[in-house]
Structure formats: C-alpha cells, structure tokens
DNA sequence: CGACTTGTTGATGTACATCAAGGTACGTGG
DNA sequence: CCACGTACCTTGATGTACATCAACAAGTCG
C-alpha cells in the first residue's frame, strides 16, 4: 500500500442543513431548452412534472447520498455540482466522477438496494427529487422514458470507462490534461463558459482525488502544465487558452457528444 | 507519459474464424437454472427466445466487438469467457472487465452508435445474438426486461467504480489479490469452480493491463502474493487456498450479489 | 486575533516501469 | 528426429514517476 490520499478526519461534509425550495414545473424548467438536451413530448414532460415529488437545496458540502444506505430517492441536477466517490476504511479517497446539471442520481441505489458510493455537493445545488419506488411506474408506462434512463446508465458506463484508461495507463501530465478538458467541454455544452473560461468549484485536492494521485504531485502536474500556455487556472476560474494544445497534451481523441435526454 | 504496455504488432486477435451453430431454444438454457439468476416467467422467456436471432461460436483470440465501430447486435455470453478493453493510439491496452457466461455484451454501442471499446473472446466461445434494432421492442412490450436491461447496466456501472478504486487508490498487492479474488467468487457463483479451483483463460499480461501495471511488476506482485499462501496459479488454475487471508490482503469488502436478471 | 482551508515548493524515499536475458513448453516445417 | 519460432513466465539491474514529509504563504472566517 501507498497512493496517498489519508485524511483522518472528514474534512469536509458539514451538517447538512438542506431546505424545501418551491416547486418549478418541468414544463418551465430552464434545462429542458438547452440544445444538448433531447426534446420531451408534452405528455412526457406531463409525467415527468407529475413523478417529481419536490425540489431539494443543499449546501456546498453536504453528503447527498451516503455509501452503505439505501435513499429513497433519485435526483436531477438541477443547479449546482456535485462529485461522486467512495472511500477506503482508512480514509483514502477515490473520486468517480463528477455532477453537473442536468445529470441524473441515484440510479445505482434504486436498483441495488443500497449505495455502494456517496455522493456530496461541490457548492450549493438545487435537486429534483423522484420517489425511488415510482420509477417502476416509468417502466411501466413511458417506455420512451426508460429507454432513456438506460441511455444514461450506458452512458456513465462510457465516462468510466475513459477514466478507467486515463489512470491506469497515461502518465500524470496526460490525465490532468484530459481531466480539465473534459469539464471544460462538460460545462461549456451547459452554457456554463464565459468566453473562454468556466468557474470550477473543485480544489486541486478533489482533482488529485479524481486522478489517483498524491495532491503535491497534482499541483506540480498543473505547474508544469500552466507553463505549456494551454490553459491558465488561477482563483477557481479555468480558461482555455490553447483548445487543439491541450487535446495534444491530453493524446486523446475525444469521443463523440450526442444529444441525451433529461428527465 | 510512462505506465507500460506497448506492443506493436496485435500479438492476439487472429482471423476471426467464426461458425453459425444450431439453435437451443431459450427455455432449456443450461444457464437459466442457475440460482445467481432470477427466475423469468415463461412469457419473458418466449419473448427472449424470440428476440434471439441466432448462436455464434467464436474462436479464443477474435475480436466480437471492435472500438469504432457499431455493431448491429447484441450478445449474451452462453459459454467461455472474453474481455473488454481500450487501446491507445500508441498501443498502450486498458482492459476494463472481463465477460463470463450470463453477461450481455454490447448495450453501449446500441446505446450510442459507435462502440467506444473493443470485446475480444479469451477462449472459444458461443454467444446469443439478438438483433439491435429489435431492442426497442423490448421496451415497448416488457417493461419487466427493460428494467433488467438497466439493471444489467446499473451493476457494470458498480464493477467499474470498484476498478476506479482499485487502480487509483490501492497498491500493487491490493489490486491483485482483489482482482483474483473477484474473478474467482465469479467464476464460482456460475459453477465454474471445481473444489476451490477454476481455470483462469487469462494470463499474466491480461491482468497487468487489467491492474494498469507492467507485466514484470504483476508477475513480481503475483510471487509475493503467492508467498502468503493465500492462492495458488500455476498453469491457468487458480487455487483459492485461503479466502479471508486473501480478503484481508485486498483490504476490502466484498458488496453484496444479488440475484440478477440474465436475458 | 488564531484556526483553518487552499495553494506552493523543496528534500527524500519508494513503488513502480523499463531494459535485458534467459527458461520452459509448445508448435511448425525441414 | 532436430532446428526454429513463438507464447508465456521469470528474474536481476537500473531508472524514474510518483508518494511522503515538512514547511510556509495567502486568504477567509468566526
């Protein structure tokens, strides 16, 4: 053993003082517009308004779902990011993947029975919540709707996929490249960016997390790639200095973005 | 960059000398006995026998599906064993998950279009075929099976995430004993296991590309493992010698299995 | 004001990769 | 039969990408 990555106590994770916001209708909801998003039919949207059981706001830090429980619920992004991780019992962490808007969790709960990661806001966020045992109900009627859901389970397969290959075989300069890039693209396609740069809630230790690396060795890694011009990240704010620059830092191809349905 | 694993020429992957076998109608499937897998009704059954299209028999060494490519089945793996992977432009291989008998291959590439990864059959293998474009009507008429579709999804989503612990977080001994570990408790709930021992199709290079390290350092991890007595590979049989000494190494708890929907 | 979070940097150690060589078992065609 | 290739495993020597340790600086917050 090694891989760094011990923190005794949990740092983060305050209480999680949550609130009732109230109730937007899916037919108003300001996602459904964005162009990366498939379009519902009335009657989908109808049903999808009629499972939502409420809206959730949450703070920066709070534990929306907790590795080891069963929740009852299933969310939507509605505002907010949010990253997905599990830890070992001493206390290393491994971060999957990260939530932004329009991104749908819990899916794995409600089909095992009870989480095997945990989910915890990177700032403060705003969730739609879907009663977990109505979603038989989508299966049942709105088979539209479920294909989708498995669209998005498909398509989660994809992102950890990617990662999977990023950490076990490119060196750090590569998966930190590839990293910045991909929740650059992710947010630009949410029309997050302002001109070129895109306010990233994360630290450098949520990165170094996400990249199976020490945090020292994540803040040299980014060292030296500031110094290739390709991109600057200074006080939260990513730019994008040098997009073709960096996708060759990175090695990478990146793989084709559809339009995906958001429930 | 660094991390090992080039190879030039593709040592593997031979001409993909396929066969058309007969046809054994879904409902006395050998595999649907199986107490890991639940129990379907004999509509869902005849559905699924009619959706099958045909049988493949594959040799060890072909590749079932190719990166880049989008295939226009679905399989559902009735004997032997495969694996799923990534190459980089340079030759670098990820592998991300291995197929045993009851596992459904290919859902991404109908999901998406393109396929994203590469499937290639360990040993000879036969493989059920069912029709991409029929996958729709599977949503229409069964929502039962649509749901396990996502389920199916849901639970590779699972093993990935444990990937991504295991190869960023964990050492070298770690990862190996939790790979062996799970392939065998596998092989096991699918009756594969004979005694404590199942034949492993793998070599050493496959799990150094599955556990992102050089084929040295896993043989070299592989020898200290086998000084703890714990297991024992020779000649492509796994022993399982002492299965919570083995745990302990792996440092880690095993989720819980439930029974699964096998289409 | 201290306590804390986040970023930064240098010194040192180590887990890993790379390189190189050889060893066994299997096949092939001469 | 042997010579030859090839797939897989093994082992030592050397190099390096990373982790660990330690310290400090700047900003924020109660």
Known sequence: MTKSRKRAAPASSRESAVGQGRRIPCEKCPLRALPVLRKFTPEEVEFVSNLKSGELNVEAGTNILLQGTNS???????????????????????????????????????????MQHSIEALTDMTLCIFPRERLWELYTHYPSLSYDVTWIAARSEQYLDESLVNIGRRGAMERMAYLLLHMYVR???????KGSAVQFP???????????????????????????????????????????GLLAIAGYEMPPEHVRPFI
Do not use: C
């Open 72 to 114: 009852a619920h299933l969310y939507t992004v509605l505002a907010g990011w949010a990253f997905r991780y599990k830890m070992l019992a001493d206390g290393r962490r491994q971060i999957l993947n990260f939530a932004l808007p329009s991104d749908f969790l819990g899916l794995q709960g409600a089909v095992a029975n009870e």
């Open 202 to 244: 994360f630290t450098q230790q949520h990165v170094a997390d996400t990249l199976g690396m020490s945090l020292v060795h994540a803040n040299k890694t980014l060292k030296r790639l500031t110094a290739s011009k390709t991109m600057r990240w200074k006080d939260r704010t990513f730019e994008l200095l040098d997009r073709d």
């Open 187 to 193: 947010a630009e396609k949410l029309g997050l960016a």
